[in-house]
């Protein structure tokens, strides 16, 4: 049996100008986060410099496979530490650097390796990125706890548009920063400028993360076992809408599964040069930019379920509209509707765990949430890459747009929000 341990009782509550402080400084930290990432992007970046280094689809389809492992594996790991912290900014501080170095490190292999073994230069940069990413999975739930609990709850979703914005707004520049260095620099000093660029936006954005004001919890959980801890996910199951929720996520993991070969496909279709992704990531932030201060605030006064069913229409329409795409232009359409994709199911998404989790066992929720998806979202890429080698690009973005189509139905049918409930 797992024990509560009274940790304090009288614990300092967050002030109204705490509350202030903490959106300022970790909407500064999501933002520069969010640029950081928009160097060292899986989805647009990080597939171009792979297939420069000779990377198959199948290959294509394990960065984007080990992404999706990466989030939800270590996320139980995550939830059991987090339960048994405190204060979760300390939890989080002592791992975070395992999600910033390796960006450094793939510039390094870029700058040193390519040139003498490329096939041994894309693996290891492989292996950086799954460090990165089971990093970034492993801090999921105590990043969440932590900003379930600095964060005003009225809020959160008006929080994580602004961080999501501004990064989008500043990764515009980003994007062209990159793009000259693309464009400027022969390959592959250009893609190792790009990373070495994405880790100076990671140490900015940690540095506004450490500025954040919590209090300890006034209780957590005993140690136990990892397999005692598995075992309690039955207690997830129990809840129903969470259920219907998970199986959501699950769907959704094979609807997503071609979005790590659009800019890929639209390269060689086009016949457009590498340089063209930093143009197509500008668009994405544009549109996340904009999106964003539009979806968020309407999440918090409508409920976030509204964001997830917008993700799923733009996300379908993107992948119908890359098939139909016949100029650059067009592949504009494309990446906007990715962009307003990317920024409602990432606010949505997030928003609504928090919602359906409060009053809850938070961090064992969100552990099993990430662990639970995490094998299916790990084999859906490497499916459709296999579907890619063997068929070609159409049928396999076809069967992901008609996948979308069943995910929007059952989420408008089996999950309730939270906050929607509230609001009637």
Known sequence: ?????????????????????????????????SVGMTFGSVFTMFPVFAKNLGASNVELGLISAITNLGWGIPAIWGAK???????????????TMLERVPYLFIGLIALYLVGISPKLALYLSIAMIGIAIFAMGFLGPPWMSMIEKVIDSRRRGTYFAVGSGLGAIMGIGGSFIARNLLANYPFPKNFAYVFFTGFIFFMLSLLFLSLTREVPDERVYDDEPVLNYIRNMKRVFKDKNFRNFLIERIIGSFMSSSGGFVTVYL??????????????????????????????PLGDRMGHKLNLLVSKVCYVSAILAALFCKSAEQAYVVYVLMGVANTTGMVGSMAITLDMTSGKRKELYMGSLYFLTAPFSFVAPLICGKMIDVLGHTIPFFLTGVIGVFNLIYLAEFVEDPRAKNIR
């Open 81 to 95: 530490y987090a339960e048994r912290s405190s204060k979760k900014l300390s939890l989080v501080l002592k791992v």
């Open 1 to 33: 049996m797992n024990f509560l341990k009274l940790w304090r009782t009288d614990v300092r509550r967050l002030t109204k100008e705490d509350y202030r402080w903490n959106f300022i400084v970790n909407s500064i930290d999501n933002a520069f986060f």
């Open 267 to 296: 390269l060689k279709k086009l016949s457009l040069p590498d340089d063209s992704a930093a143009i197509f990531t500008a668009v994405v932030l544009a549109s996340q930019g904009v999106s964003s201060f539009l979806f968020g």
